[in-house]
């Protein structure tokens, strides 16, 4: 079955801590995202990477930290300089960033970050 | 600037009863326009998009939206709801900036049904 494997589901950060969310696809895309979704806010995003070993800063990216080491896997750090992580995290894939009307983003299920 | 309004953040409909989520768009060139579906705790789902050609589109889950360039709108329909339907929904535009394409969400709406 294809598709985006986020992890966890549910993660709690100490104060001072950084902590890395998990997001893995096996759709053979190009390109991977990560969004912050707060509620009566949408979706905004924080890093992309169009390819391996290539990522730039989104909307919102102080605070956080990606790799892109392999095509499949795209994790981000929630850094202790993000002073307020407390959200719903989705990370998303497209087939390929260069086209509009291919990028069709597709999501995984997502990953509470929870502040203890 | 590039945006997208969802004017309405809940709406409640009863079931079996027709639905009309609003969007609207603002974006200089063509636009690539897309609505998801988010069930709760989940990620977002595709139901439709709109590229070019038809400016009325069919989706997935007996979904259709309407493209009308002249009201910079891309509303999401749906004859008859089923309790199922009950989820948050998000319109999105296809844009480019700083060279790569990317989509923006308006807030969503959430809809409720009742029995």
């Known amino acids: 079955d294809g598709g985006i494997t986020q992890s966890p589901k549910y993660l709690f950060r100490k104060e001072g801590q950084n902590v890395t969310l998990s997001c893995e696809q096996n759709l053979n895309h190009d390109a991977m995202y990560w969004y912050r979704q707060d509620p009566g806010q949408g979706l905004r995003l924080i890093y992309y990477?169009?390819?391996?070993?290539?990522?730039q800063k989104g909307d919102i990216a102080e605070g956080y930290s990606v790799s892109r080491e392999k095509k499949e896997s795209f994790p981000l750090t929630v850094t202790s300089a993000q002073k307020n992580p407390t959200a719903f995290y989705l990370c998303?894939?497209?087939?390929?960033?260069?086209?509009?009307?291919?990028?069709?983003?597709?999501f995984g299920a997502g990953t509470r970050l929870s502040v203890l | 600037a590039q945006s997208v309004t969802q004017p309405d953040i809940h709406i409640t409909v009863s079931e079996g009863a027709s639905l009309e989520l609003r969007c609207n768009y603002s974006?200089?060139?063509?636009?690539?326009l897309f609505w998801y579906v988010q069930s709760p705790g989940q990620g977002l789902q595709l139901l439709l998009k709109y590229f070019s050609g038809d400016t009325l589109v069919q989706g997935i889950k007996g979904f259709e939206a309407e493209f009308k360039r002249s009201q910079s709108s891309f509303n999401l329909r749906k004859p008859s709801v089923h309790w199922s339907d009950a989820a948050e929904y998000f319109c999105a535009v296809g844009a480019i900036s700083g060279g790569y394409n990317k989509l923006i969400f308006g807030a969503g709406t959430r809809l409720a049904v009742h029995p």
């Open positions: 990477s169009q390819i391996v070993n290539d990522f």
């Open positions: 998303a894939s497209s087939i390929d960033p260069g086209a509009v009307a291919k990028n069709i983003q597709y």
């Open positions: 974006y200089g060139a063509t636009p690539y």
